[in-house]
């Protein structure tokens, strides 16, 4: 019965935690972690307290009624230790806490750190299920923000991949239009071009044309003489002058 219950809720706590959100998760994570080091601390306090039991129930140990007027070591401090003599070896004085002194008989003594150790056993025990218990807790917060992680990537790459598919896609349907655009800037070039050079074949013909009639012109209204015939006529001219005036 106490198993079906503890399944049960185990059940229940799986299924919150798979309800939170990582940043809840994030929030539970961090404190279970601190309980847990809470909870190591004291069971560090009570492992001293115990072995300061358990060193106190082996020195009543040692008391026999032989060791009456021995020479002991008396603990002043943790670290400080004087000599004495054993007067009475049948009591002990017992420290049963916030500093209360109590006599006791040594029976009676071992039997009360014998209490203690146990009591400190079944509270070390108990903090060691909680450990455990939160243990696991820890681990499942960890494994249910690991897989939430997990499925906020897989949602989030397949919309990265339909944008860059839409971009893809825009892309191919813009080529066909900057094809044609070229093409129609490649015509209206070769209009151009052929405008131009038509242009210039009309000029050569004109100039052409204009070269024939001026031909024409000067075939049909000759001159009487060339003109370097008409220099030549001058200067024998100049010289006969010239040579008939050096005789007179």
């Known amino acids: 019965m106490a198993e079906a219950q503890a399944r049960a809720q185990q059940e229940r706590k799986a299924e919150l935690i798979a309800q939170l959100s990582i940043e809840q998760l994030d929030m539970m994570k961090q404190q279970v972690q601190e309980e847990v080091e809470q909870l190591n601390e004291l069971m560090r306090q009570l492992r001293i307290a115990n072995n300061k039991f358990v060193d106190s129930k082996i020195a009543l140990n040692t008391i026999t009624p032989q060791t009456e007027g021995q020479t002991i070591m008396i603990p002043v401090t943790s670290s400080l230790y004087v000599p004495g003599h054993l007067k009475d070896n049948t009591h002990a004085l017992i420290d049963i806490g916030s500093n209360f002194i109590v006599r006791k008989s040594v029976e009676e003594a071992k039997e009360f750190f014998t209490r203690k150790i146990a009591f400190i056993h079944s509270q070390i025990a108990a903090m060691e299920k909680i450990l455990s ?15 939430k992680l997990i499925a906020r990537e897989r949602v989030e790459v397949p919309e990265i991949t339909s944008e860059k598919d839409r971009r893809a896609d825009n892309k191919i349907n813009e080529a066909p239009d900057e094809e044609d655009g070229n093409s129609s800037k490649n015509r209206d070039k070769e209009i ?11 000029e050569k013909v004109e100039k052409q044309e204009s070269k024939e009639v ?12 060339p003109t370097w015939v008409i220099i030549l006529i001058v200067v024998l001219i100049y010289l006969l002058l010239k040579s008939g005036n050096k005789k007179k």
Do not use: M, W, Y
């Open 214 to 225: 001026e031909r024409k012109e000067n075939k049909e209204n000759p001159e009487c003489c």
């Open 192 to 202: 151009l071009n052929d405008v131009d050079d038509g242009s210039i074949k009309n």
């Open 133 to 147: 218990q939160k243990a696991s807790d820890f681990q499942q917060l960890d494994e249910t923000r690991r897989e």
